[in-house]
């Protein structure tokens, strides 16, 4: 008997049960893996039938073999967000340890709308509409790209979970044949999510893959712990949820994205890395992009921002929770507990059709360990 086989039988075991469960208490569609390779959802799955009420992601079942913008605006302090120009003006204050200048912007204090009272992912606690007090803070202008993840990684000699695990996720319509046919398990009701050995933030389509071309991409294949770790070395922190909300609004109040209510800006041009065409099997890469862009494509918006949503799912730091009033809160940081964390913005793999999650709203969520192709994050400090 192998005892070894064993353990990964009894490990494989867990996952199927995980994800039976998954289905019937989650509608987060981004699949994933843990520390001990369970799979959550993954913003590829597909969408079950819905009511008006409730849109439930498909991403439950065992593994199988195969073969206008307008003027509404928050206050920030005495005068409204768009209109504080100094406070939008990056700062290049924030320093790594080695004294190099990180872009930053500051996020001036007031209070921001956070949530919607038009949820589509009512199960996602995206709702009700609310307000927060905020105090100024900076956060990075983009998204931690490969190339700074690598100077992290250089100095401190870092390894990343999905480097510890071996594998992890990835969208089989950027993986090589080679690599494919190397795989003979996939999630039954996602089959285009296939557990990749080798895929780390080095390789982020499996061995046969590298970053040489995509240094200034986002860094993915990092989990809550590794962007916490990079954050923590940079003398900084994760982004709160509402933080990052009132970041992604850009100034602007009751808006589905960061400019407006349209996917298009007013100009009709694309600011967003997301999926266009058929899901799972053609994406027209409308945007320029079938992967990941670079950090710095598209326009920021009011406050300095880039890639707010699409492009990677983003970390941020607060444990997940579903149950919200409309109160005031001030400052909130989330429960003090729980068993996973909320990532923001949706990703490059985000469609309206099945998992419309690339609005500011939008939420979901994943285990502090998870690790997949297409998420990422950016760092927060408070000023003072």
Same mark, same amino acid.
């Given at each position: 008997?192998?005892?070894?086989?064993?353990?990964?039988?009894?490990?494989?075991?867990?996952?199927?049960?995980?994800?039976?469960?998954?289905?019937?208490?989650?509608?987060?569609?981004?699949?994933?893996?843990?520390?001990?390779?369970?799979?959550?959802?993954?913003?590829?799955?597909?969408?079950?039938?819905?009511?008006?009420?409730?849109? *439930?992601?498909?991403?439950? @079942?065992?593994?199988? +073999?195969? =073969?206008? !913008?307008?003027?509404? $605006? &928050? #206050?920030?302090?005495?005068?409204?967000?768009?209109?504080?120009?100094?406070?939008?003006?990056?700062?290049?204050?924030?320093?790594?340890?080695?004294?190099?200048?990180?872009?930053?912007?500051?996020?001036?204090?007031?209070?921001?709308?956070?949530?919607?009272?038009?949820?589509?992912? *009512?199960?996602?606690?995206? @709702?009700?509409?609310? +307000?927060? =007090?905020? !105090?100024?803070?900076? $956060? &990075? #202008?983009?998204?931690?790209?490969?190339?700074?993840?690598?100077?992290?990684?250089?100095?401190?000699?870092?390894?990343?979970?999905?480097?510890?695990?071996?594998?992890?996720?990835?969208?089989?319509?950027?993986?090589?044949?080679?690599?494919?046919?190397?795989?003979?398990?996939?999630?039954?009701?996602?089959?285009?999510?296939?557990?990749?050995?080798?895929?780390?933030?080095?390789?982020?389509?499996?061995?046969?893959?590298?970053?040489?071309?995509?240094?200034?991409?986002?860094?993915?294949?990092?989990?809550?712990?590794?962007?916490?770790?990079?954050?923590?070395?940079?003398?900084?922190?994760?982004?709160?949820?509402?933080?990052?909300?009132?970041?992604?609004?850009?100034?602007?109040?009751?808006?589905?994205?960061?400019?407006?209510?349209?996917?298009?800006?007013?100009?009709?041009?694309?600011?967003?890395?997301?999926?266009?065409?058929?899901?799972?099997?053609?994406?027209?890469?409308?945007?320029?992009?079938?992967?990941?862009?670079?950090?710095?494509?598209?326009?920021?918006?009011?406050?300095?921002?880039?890639?707010?949503?699409?492009?990677?799912?983003?970390?941020?730091?607060?444990?997940?929770?579903?149950?919200?009033?409309?109160?005031?809160?001030?400052?909130?940081?989330?429960?003090?507990?729980?068993?996973?964390?909320?990532?923001?913005?949706?990703?490059?793999?985000?469609?309206?059709?099945?998992?419309?999650?690339?609005?500011?709203?939008?939420?979901?969520?994943?285990?502090?360990?998870?690790?997949?192709?297409?998420?990422?994050?950016?760092?927060?400090?408070?000023?003072?």
């Amino acid at each position: 008997m192998n005892f070894q086989n064993n353990i990964i039988d009894i490990k494989f075991l867990i996952t199927i049960l995980f994800l039976i469960n998954l289905s019937e208490t989650t509608n987060d569609c981004s699949c994933s893996k843990n520390r001990d390779k369970k799979i959550k959802n993954n913003d590829f799955c597909t969408t079950a039938k819905a009511n008006e009420n409730k849109n *439930i992601q498909g991403c439950s @079942g065992d593994l199988k +073999s195969i =073969k206008n !913008n307008d003027n509404s $605006i &928050d #206050k920030c302090g005495d005068e409204t967000c768009s209109n504080l120009e100094s406070e939008k003006n990056f700062d290049n204050n924030i320093l790594l340890k080695n004294n190099e200048k990180i872009d930053t912007v500051k996020i001036p204090k007031g209070i921001y709308s956070m949530g919607t009272d038009k949820p589509i992912f *009512i199960g996602d606690g995206e @709702g009700p509409k609310r +307000s927060v =007090k905020l !105090n100024s803070f900076y $956060i &990075d #202008k983009y998204e931690v790209s490969n190339e700074m993840f690598k100077k992290f990684i250089d100095k401190t000699g870092y390894i990343t979970e999905a480097e510890k695990f071996g594998n992890s996720f990835v969208f089989d319509g950027l993986i090589s044949d080679e690599t494919k046919s190397k795989i003979d398990q996939a999630v039954a009701q996602a089959p285009w999510w296939l557990p990749v050995d080798g895929a780390d933030w080095q390789h982020p389509e499996g061995i046969d893959s590298n970053i040489k071309e995509r240094m200034n991409h986002p860094v993915v294949h990092v989990s809550w712990n590794d962007a916490n770790a990079y954050c923590n070395w940079r003398n900084m922190r994760l982004p709160t949820e509402a933080e990052w909300e009132a970041t992604c609004r850009g100034g602007l109040s009751d808006k589905l994205f960061p400019w407006g209510d349209k996917i298009l800006t007013p100009e009709k041009k694309h600011n967003a890395n997301i999926w266009h065409g058929k899901f799972p099997t053609n994406n027209t890469a409308r945007d320029g992009y079938k992967g990941t862009s670079p950090v710095d494509k598209f326009l920021p918006n009011n406050f300095g921002v880039y890639n707010i949503i699409g492009n990677v799912w983003e970390w941020t730091s607060d444990w997940w929770e579903t149950k919200h009033t409309d109160e005031l809160k001030i400052n909130p940081m989330g429960p003090s507990s729980g068993s996973d964390k909320v990532k923001k913005g949706g990703s490059y793999l985000c469609h309206k059709s099945y998992c419309y999650r690339y609005r500011c709203a939008a939420r979901s969520q994943n285990t502090p360990d998870t690790s997949s192709g297409n998420v990422g994050f950016r760092c927060a400090k408070d000023t003072v």
